[in-house]
């Protein structure tokens, strides 16, 4: 039978510029593809804006993107 591993997911952080704000999330590059990362409830909207660089939290490999999970911007 085989041994299941377990994979702890590690809390990484990043620095992207912003490249469109929407009502409910802003959009970042990486690497070549456009992603979303979602507001959290209560998050101050006014705060981003285009252009402006901010730091995100996200789960697996910054450097492939079908790897990535951001979490809210609170």
Known sequence: ???LKKVEKVL???VLPIHQV???AVIVNVNG???RVYFDKGANKEFYSLGKEIEFKYYGDIDNPHEVKFEKIK
Do not use: S
């Open 1 to 3: 039978m085989a041994e």
């Open 12 to 14: 990484n952080t990043t």
């Open 22 to 24: 929407e009502e409910d």
């Open 33 to 35: 593809w456009r992603m």
